[in-house]
């Protein structure tokens, strides 16, 4: 059985930073595409970040949204199974539901992941 477990959310005063992670069972780690999604209330879920598979087109290169490029960073430990978002001098427009999801191809579309996680509250806030 696929599994993904979220950890790491909070509350966080802006400028701070936090570290999410995804711990993965169930599959071969590194044959999938791994990215990270948020849902802000009452808007669309959006891509964060996604790493393609170690033997995917795109050989483990990791991707980011405009929106936290250069403030977040995503890394993959294989042998824990374990994918992390280091979100640095996050700011409240980061406040949001934190998803991992998995899926053959990876991408920003939502619709390319089969299996998602719980995901994990982050709110910034002073």
């Known amino acids: 059985e696929v599994q993904l477990v979220e950890s790491g959310g909070g509350l966080v005063q802006p400028g701070g930073s936090l570290r999410l992670s995804c711990a993965a069972s169930g599959f071969t780690f590194d044959d999938y595409a791994i990215g990270w999604f948020r849902q802000a209330v009452e808007k669309e879920r959006e891509g964060v970040s996604w790493?393609?598979?170690?033997?995917?087109?795109?050989?483990?290169?990791?991707y980011y949204a405009d929106s936290v490029k250069g403030r977040f960073t995503m890394s993959r430990d294989s042998p824990q199974n374990t994918v992390y978002l280091q979100m640095d001098n996050l700011q409240p427009e980061d406040t949001a539901i934190y998803s991992c999801?998995?899926?053959?191809?990876?991408?920003?579309?939502?619709?390319?992941?089969?299996?998602w996680g719980q995901g994990t509250q982050v709110t910034v806030s002073s």
């Open positions: 999801a998995v899926g053959p191809w990876g991408g920003f579309n939502q619709d390319e992941y089969n299996y």
């Open positions: 790493m393609d598979s170690t033997g995917g087109t795109h050989n483990g290169t990791t």
